[in-house]
Nanobody, 120 residues
Framework: VQLQASGGGLVQAGDSLKLSCAAS????????MAWFRQAPGKEREFVAA??????RYYGDSVKGRFTISRDNANTVYLQMNSLKPEDTAVYYC????????????????WGQGTQVTVSS
């Protein structure tokens, strides 16, 4: 069971970036997949989640700017628009079968993280 996140990079404030997370090892079609982020010295923060039925959930700080999607059973994306310096963090994808999607403890599969840096 592996999750591989990619797509991070260095961008300027106001730019867009799209992250991808590919799952392998088992089918995640019945799982909620999510993105979390962690900035230096801060706790891991919920960003967005998408359930197997297509329900979407967003953290307050990214609502209206980020969009989560999944194109098949095993890939999830995070489209990030209007990026701000405070979005700078390592972004992690994760998967869960739990109905509670906003806390890290619900997730038992994690990707390795991809760095997103937004300069002002």
């Amino acid at each position: 069971v592996q999750l591989q996140a990619s797509g991070g990079g260095l961008v300027q404030a106001g730019d867009s970036l799209k992250l991808s997370c590919a799952a392998s090892g088992r089918t995640f079609s019945r799982y909620t997949m999510a993105w979390f982020r962690q900035a230096p010295g801060k706790e891991r923060e919920f960003v967005a989640a998408i359930s197997w039925s297509g329900g979407r959930y967003y953290g307050d700080s990214v609502k209206g700017r980020f969009t989560i999607s999944r194109d098949n059973a095993n890939t999830v994306y995070l489209q990030m628009n209007s990026l701000k310096p405070e979005d700078t963090a390592v972004y992690y994808c994760a998967a869960t079968a739990s109905p509670i999607v906003v806390v890290t403890t619900s997730y038992d599969s994690w990707g390795q993280g991809t760095q997103v840096t937004v300069s002002s």
